[in-house]
């Protein structure tokens, strides 16, 4: 496939997975997301800002360089682009983010609390907490606020020495989730579940308030199951 095709076919997937979050429940108005990276072309497609689900086409969908430059489109890109680029930069192996304000997820940013691995629903795509970053400086927040929430997101994956394949999310203090993956399809799917089990958790946490993470055997047979070179949950 040539660069146009290539371009073609991103537009495409990141157009349905931004029609797919209005769905399944994720994203109500316009407040998220969906972005895809291809690193040999050089290119980003990002949803465009503002637009309606309802109203949204293909061809809106906006084109940039690596470094969130608008190559293509009309439109202007989604206000969260400069995020996008920064974890893109930093995670090398992630190739698509989503950003949300799902309810769930939102609480427990607000909190400021990671999501501790309460049951084997987290551990098979989270290894470990969902961690959630400190908050935005003042600084931070009137210099380059976006740009800025990708750099809190990849401090705190650095302070805590977490690979960003091994826990395809995040809380950012105060605002909302955000998570990744290998195609949008997979990205949106992160999302859901983190969603879910922040309810859970939150859940969890009235019914026994001396609730604890499940043990780390439990939580490497889930997540190893599913990732990694020894994963034999699925078809073949
Ligand atoms: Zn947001």
């Not at 698509?96 to 309810?103: A, F, Q, Y």
Request: aromatic share 8%; charged share 25%; glycine share 8%.
């Amino acid at each position: 496939m040539n660069r146009s095709q290539l371009v073609g076919e991103m537009k495409k997937r990141v157009f349905e997975a931004n029609l797919l979050l209005p769905k399944v429940g994720l994203v109500k108005l316009t407040w998220g997301n969906v972005s895809e990276i291809n690193r040999e072309i050089g290119a980003i497609v990002i949803k465009p800002s503002g637009v309606p689900y309802a109203e949204m086409k293909v061809e809106d969908m906006v084109v940039t360089n690596l470094e969130g430059d608008v190559v293509e489109g009309t439109m202007k890109p989604s206000s969260d682009l400069a995020t996008h680029v920064e974890l893109y930069k930093a995670f090398s192996k992630i190739q698509s983010v989503v950003h949300t304000h799902s309810k769930n997820a939102v609480m427990w940013a607000q909190a400021g609390r990671a999501i501790p691995a309460y049951g084997t629903t987290h551990a098979d795509t989270f290894y470990g907490e969902v961690p959630c970053t400190r908050q935005l400086t003042n600084e931070e927040v009137e210099k380059a606020y976006e740009k800025e929430t990708g750099k809190v997101i990849i401090e705190t994956f650095a302070e805590n020495k977490l690979d960003p394949l091994a826990t395809p999310g995040v809380l950012v203090y105060g605002h909302g989730p955000f998570t990744w993956g290998e195609t949008p399809q997979k990205a949106v799917e992160n999302g859901i579940v983190l969603d879910e089990i922040a309810d859970m958790a939150s859940m969890t946490e009235v019914i026994n308030e001396n609730c604890q993470s499940i043990p780390d055997y439990l939580l490497d047979k889930h997540y190893f199951r599913k990732h990694g070179a020894t994963a034999y949950y699925g078809q073949k």
